[in-house]
């Protein structure tokens, strides 16, 4: 199906989309974490189907349909013949370590962000290695498909040329190599769901740190204020639903593309760099030298990944509107502790710097 839309209506679809993620998440928590987790389900559903047609389907066969698929004017002979590079170069692997943080980092960090509703402290414990070796596996076998079905050179041809990489991906090969509309359908919503359950966690998870804060005094109580009907933070779920609406008409007014604040990401790894740095005090100061190692290994990985976000926003998103949402969240978040810390201590005699004293960090 070739269907263009207009920016505004591709805004209003996707506000309606992550309206009723948080609607869900109002009506109750329980039915939020149960959305999440059926997003979650179907999109690797659809995933494992796709593997499955992409490592079994004929490359011939596959061939002959991503003919079909691609513009006019290229063929997959054509394609994969401009190709003269060579098949490793560790320079340019080592460039696409932003790429694997963006999409990979969210999941390894939902486990720790509801510790708290994990049943068992062993559960904890495995909850970030486990989701590391499942992102890793998934992660590596659809590199590995799509690279098995079309052939190194073609791959790379395609996905390095700007007329094709809107048409050739994951999975609409997948789709194409399919030739079933049923198996197609269910390739192409569980594209759309992986987005939409990383929406589904994020709708957690945001509110619950302003919940968080607002019972440490940080952040207004209203934040933490709760439904008698539905005892969930209506007014904090309200709040992130405004900005995050305001920040999609943003994107597509000025950029015609929501991938535009995709740029934003760099404020979360220049955070888990420092993260890194706290780590390796820590255990200089008093929980040995393992977790000092492992800290400073964070922080320079984590560097090295902020330096490629920076010198090549072309490749990564980096914008103006992006950079300035992280610049004006940060000068928003400092002026807001230090006003609230002033008012606290004048007004209450409570001195705020002592945060995590009333509810653990968890």
């Known amino acids: 199906i070739n269907t263009s839309f207009s920016t505004w209506l591709m805004v209003a679809i996707a506000s309606l989309f992550f309206t009723i993620i948080v ?14 987790t059926g997003l979650t389900l179907f ?9 499955v047609i ?19 004017g290229f063929s997959y002979s054509d394609v994969a013949s401009k190709y003269s590079g060579s098949f490793f170069s560790l320079g340019p692997t080592l460039m696409m370590l932003p790429f694997f943080a963006i999409f990979i980092y969210p999941w390894l960090n939902a486990g720790p962000a509801m510790a708290a509703e994990i049943r068992g402290r062993r559960s904890v414990e495995l909850n970030v290695p486990t989701a590391a070796l499942l992102t890793m596996t998934m992660a590596t076998l659809g590199f590995a498909a799509l690279y098995y079905s079309l052939g190194f050179k073609f791959t790379t041809a395609a996905l390095s040329n700007s007329q094709l990489n809107g048409v050739i991906n994951y999975w609409t090969v997948a789709m194409a190599a399919s030739g079933n509309p049923i198996i197609q359908w269910i390739i192409a919503i569980g594209s759309v769901t992986w987005y939409l359950a990383i929406l589904a966690y994020g709708a957690i998870i945001v509110v619950r740190y302003w919940f968080a804060m607002s019972f440490d005094r940080v952040l207004p109580s209203f934040l933490a204020y709760l439904s008698p009907r539905f005892r969930t933070p209506i007014y904090a779920h309200l709040l992130d639903l405004t900005i995050t609406a305001a920040l999609i008409a943003l994107a597509g007014v000025f950029y015609g593309t929501f991938t ?10 220049i955070y888990y760099m420092f993260i890194g740095i706290a780590s390796a005090v820590m255990g200089v100061r008093m929980l040995g030298k393992a977790l000092a190692a492992a800290g400073l290994a964070q922080a320079a990985v984590m560097a090295y990944l902020t330096y490629q976000f920076l010198a090549y926003p072309s490749i990564w998103g980096g914008n103006w509107l992006a950079y300035g949402v992280e610049i004006f969240a940060v000068a928003l978040g400092i002026a807001i502790y230090l006003i609230t810390r002033s008012i606290n201590i004048k007004r209450y005699g409570i001195d705020i710097a002592i945060t995590y004293t009333e509810i653990p960090p968890e």
């Open 260 to 269: 535009a604040l995709y740029g934003a990401v760099v404020e979360a790894i």
């Open 54 to 72: 992409l490592f079994i389907t004929p490359r011939s066969l596959i061939i002959s349909r991503i003919n079909q698929l691609l513009p006019s």
């Open 43 to 51: 999109s690797i559903t659809s995933l494992v189907i796709s593997l």
């Open 23 to 36: 609607v869900v998440n109002i009506l109750g928590t329980k039915y939020g974490i149960r959305l999440m």
